[in-house]
């Protein structure tokens, strides 16, 4: 079983900025892919950015250049870093990683951002 430690969420005005971790931990045979989801009241949950192990990424358009997705593979962490926030960027952002045929999540952590 794996588990996932978020932290870095909290309440920023437009255009701050925020820094999300997460941590894995447990029984990790081979992480392929760290990353993270959010999802707003009422609306699916949604891709934000992913990172390959290796450090190759990918982004949601809504967050390219604002957002950045780092991590170390030895520490099984990833982080995300989140510029010029929105109030549309309000959401529970929920940590994932993908294993050889299986996805954990995490718990979320709430991003609020006041106009």
């Known amino acids: 079983q794996v588990q996932l430690v978020e932290s870095g969420g909290g309440l920023v005005q437009a255009g701050g900025s925020l820094r999300l971790s997460c941590a894995a931990s447990?029984?990790?045979?081979?992480?392929?892919?760290m990353g993270w989801f959010r999802q707003a009241p009422g609306n699916q949950r949604e891709l934000v950015a992913s990172?390959?192990?290796?450090?190759?990424?990918d982004y949601a358009d809504f967050v390219k250049g604002r957002f950045t997705i780092s991590g170390d593979d030895g520490k099984n962490t990833v982080y995300l870093q989140m510029n010029s926030l929105r109030p549309e960027d309000t959401a529970a952002y929920y940590c994932?990683?993908?294993?050889?045929?299986?996805?954990?999540w995490g718990k979320g952590t709430q991003v609020t951002v006041s106009s």
């Open positions: 990172r390959r192990r290796g450090g190759s990424a």
């Open positions: 447990g029984s990790i045979s081979r992480i392929n892919v």
């Open positions: 994932y990683v993908d294993l050889v045929g299986s996805r954990s």
